[in-house]
């Protein structure tokens, strides 16, 4: 074997957005919270992080605009190793925008029109394009009747809004969710899902790294997903290889996507020549009336 990079290989190194290269990060020295990990977000990809709770996906999340610094190991972010000086970090938080888990850690301004202005604020934007943008993500959401109101009185599911309306607003490259549908209502979910994707169609120069506890989620939406144990990645690929792992199942504590277990089970009764499985319910029908007819 040559120790040239072959066409593809060149390929896949310009598309990576962010590279974290044998990431190792405890919080007290006594535990690793990662262990190791190594992964990456590729230009177009929308990746999905699963695992358990206390399994270490917001550690390494706070690991990508340098939240936390790696006690071993290096992050790359469109191709610069991340370095933990103001000028760098505040460069790098233009690109990365991450969602927090909760909320209240990322609202900041007393007034909901505020916090959102707060990023574009930062970025140096004209007023008229500060307002634009606000508005945009506001209406994106669907809470542009909560621009005035005082963002400590909101519901949950608001803040939580809010919050990613703050994100959204700075147009990040590398867009970075932490259980972003955790708290919103199964409309509200999808719609945030919706925008994602319409982010995505307008501009191709984006990456998505969304970490959550919807197996449903990230087996019918994800390019990639990746399952997190104890600090350590168990498995990455595409969806149906990961998912459709019972091992990984297992050691992920996770439980196999409902639409993989029906087809699963229908695979082994019925079909002759399985091919690739379906990965919404609507695909499975569709599997199904085929099957019938046979
Ligand atoms: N600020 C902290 N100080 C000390 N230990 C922490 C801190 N934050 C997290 N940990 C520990 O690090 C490990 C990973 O936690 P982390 O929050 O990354 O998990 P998670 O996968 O995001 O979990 P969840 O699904 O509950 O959000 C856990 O053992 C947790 O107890
Ligand atoms: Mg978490």
Not at 169 to 192: F, N, R
């Amino acid at each position: 074997m040559s120790g040239y990079k072959d066409e593809e290989d060149i390929k896949r190194d310009a598309e990576k957005m962010v590279e974290v290269q044998d990431l190792w990060f405890s919080y007290n020295k006594e535990k690793w919270a990662l262990k190791g990990i190594n992964m990456e977000l590729i230009r177009g990809e929308k990746t999905v992080l699963l695992g358990s709770n206390g399994s270490g996906k917001t550690t390494l999340l706070l690991h990508l605009n340098g939240i936390l610094i790696p006690d071993k190991g290096r992050i790359k972010v469109s191709g610069n190793y991340l370095s933990y000086t103001k000028k760098a970090l505040t460069e790098v938080r233009k690109r990365v925008g991450i969602v927090f888990q909760n909320p209240d850690d990322q609202i900041v301004a007393p007034i909901v029109f505020q916090d959102v202005a707060l990023g574009p604020v930062n970025l140096r934007l004209s007023d008229g394009e500060v307002k634009n943008r606000v508005k945009r993500a506001l209406n994106e959401l669907n809470i542009e009747e909560l621009s005035d109101r005082k963002a400590h009185e909101l519901s949950e599911g608001e803040k939580k809004k809010v919050a990613i309306a703050g994100v959204l607003a700075m147009e990040p490259e590398i867009l970075v969710l932490d259980e972003p549908t955790s708290g919103l209502d199964p409309q509200s979910s999808e719609d945030l899902i919706t925008i994602i994707d319409s982010m995505y169609k307008q501009n191709d120069n984006m990456a998505v790294l969304v970490a959550t506890h919807n197996v449903e989620l990230a087996y019918e939406w994800a390019d990639r997903v990746i399952v997190l144990s104890e600090g350590e990645i168990v498995k990455s690929g595409k969806p149906y290889e990961v998912l459709g792992d019972e091992k990984v199942i297992k050691s992920g504590r996770l439980a196999m996507p409902r639409v993989l277990r029906i087809y699963k089970g229908i695979e082994m009764a019925a079909c002759e020549n399985p091919g690739v499985p379906p990965r919404s319910v609507e695909e499975l029908l569709k599997v199904m009336k085929g099957n019938l007819r046979q």
